[in-house]
């Protein structure tokens, strides 16, 4: 199988990005328009239903290096969130503590790992953690 430009996955990613995911419940889109590398992006979470998470908001930086989509994305919180994946200090997501990260594929999507993400909230031991006040950065 041929393997695909880097520009021309992340643009479809991005057109992707821009219609909406499923339910609605993660978006994703370039954090400026004339970043020709595409290289940074922003990414919005909204908390999953029955859980400490639910109707909160979570802003992410997601960063697409040269090396994406061989190597995962760099994911960072914006929104406080306490989650075993994030640090606590820095919000930025710990690649060996979030599976499709640690085992990522050159398959796998920035919709990929936002959807990894709300599930990792709604999983029975994080779905009752004690979350920062909400509205709160790091």
Same mark, same amino acid.
């Given at each position: 199988?041929?393997?695909?430009?880097?520009?021309?996955?992340?643009?479809?990613?991005?057109?992707?990005?821009?219609?909406?995911?499923?339910?609605?419940?993660?978006?994703?889109?370039?954090?400026?328009?004339?970043?020709?590398?595409?290289?940074?992006?922003?990414?919005?979470?909204?908390?999953?239903?029955?859980?400490?998470?639910?109707?909160?908001?979570?802003?992410?930086?997601?960063?697409?290096?040269?090396?994406?989509?061989?190597?995962?994305?760099?994911? $960072?919180? %914006?929104?406080?969130?306490?989650?075993?994946?994030?640090? +606590? @200090?820095?919000? #930025?997501?710990?690649?060996?503590?979030?599976?499709?990260?640690?085992?990522?594929?050159?398959?796998?999507?920035?919709? $990929?790992? %936002?959807?990894?993400?709300?599930?990792?909230?709604?999983? +029975? @031991?994080?779905? #009752?953690?004690?979350?920062?006040?909400?509205?709160?950065?790091?």
């Amino acid at each position: 199988m041929a393997k695909v430009p880097r520009s021309f996955r992340l643009l479809e990613e991005l057109e992707k990005g821009e219609k909406g995911i499923g339910d609605g419940t993660c978006s994703y889109g370039l954090a400026d328009g004339d970043d020709i590398l595409m290289e940074k992006w922003n990414g919005t979470i909204i908390g999953p239903g029955h859980s400490v998470h639910e109707n909160r908001i979570y802003s992410l930086n997601i960063v697409c290096d040269a090396s994406y989509p061989d190597q995962p994305p760099s994911i $960072t919180f %914006l929104t406080r969130i306490n989650l075993p994946c994030v640090h +606590p @200090t820095t919000g #930025k997501v710990d690649p060996s503590k979030l599976p499709v990260l640690s085992a990522w594929k050159h398959n796998y999507t920035l919709e $990929t790992v %936002l959807v990894e993400l709300r599930r990792d909230m709604a999983t +029975p @031991t994080n779905r #009752k953690l004690p979350q920062p006040v909400e509205g709160t950065n790091f």
